[in-house]
């Protein structure tokens, strides 16, 4: 039998994540560069104290501001002069940790029926927001203090196949990471087999932007 470090169980998640990130970033069409992220932000938060299941792709009440400034090159400071770290996530998104929590959220795009992709880095979709421990689980949104100019551009035609290319689950997948980690639980919509992977992920975005959260 097969024992698993905590060396080996921590490279195999890190290993099974960077897979995930790889094939949920391909199909992401919107594109934010360093420099556009940058700067000062403001993560409207929910409420904490949930679970990793959590569901943030609804409207949700904001309970507090929360001021996080993004300097050169991956330092944070947050509106009480806490020091924490920053990174982004290849051109999709990016990570904050500091003061003990978590947040994580995708830049903000829209497709326009003519195929365009339009990415406003000033903004995020909704996101989650978790203790060091992988506890309190909470919704935000961020946006940022100075506006960044918007961008359109054409989307490719590998991602335009991709989009309609038919949504099908990788069980396999699915049964390596539950058994790799045990703080969230990685599953399967039946109810999603069969739909168009833009369909997909229509579902789990906020299709107006703005709309992110409920005051």
């Known amino acids: 039998v097969l024992r698993l470090t905590s060396a080996m169980k921590g490279l195999l998640i890190a290993t099974l994540l960077a897979a995930f990130c790889a094939i949920v970033l391909a199909d992401t069409p919107g594109h934010c560069l360093y420099d556009q992220v940058r700067g000062t932000w403001t993560f409207a938060m929910g409420a ?105 551009v054409p989307l490719p035609a590998s991602k335009t196949h991709a989009a309609n290319a038919v949504y099908l689950p990788d069980r396999e997948f699915v049964r390596l990471l539950n058994k790799a980690q045990n703080l969230w639980t990685a599953t399967e919509y039946s109810e999603l087999h069969g739909q168009r992977n833009a369909d997909v992920q229509r579902r789990a975005s906020t299709p107006v932007r703005g709309h992110v959260a409920e005051t």
């Open 48 to 152: 904490g104290g949930h679970t990793n299941s959590l569901n943030c792709s609804q409207p949700f009440s904001v309970q507090q501001n929360y001021q996080v400034t993004l300097y050169f090159p991956d330092v944070a400071v947050d509106q009480d002069g806490n020091f924490g770290f920053w990174t982004m996530i290849y051109d999709q998104g990016f990570e904050v940790q500091i003061n003990g929590m978590k947040f994580f959220a995708f830049s903000y795009f829209e497709v326009d029926g003519s195929g365009n992709v339009t990415s406003f880095c000033d903004t995020t979709f909704p996101g989650w927001y978790h203790s060091f421990g992988g506890s309190n689980w909470g919704c935000y949104s961020g946006k940022k203090t100075s506006s960044v100019e918007s961008v359109s």
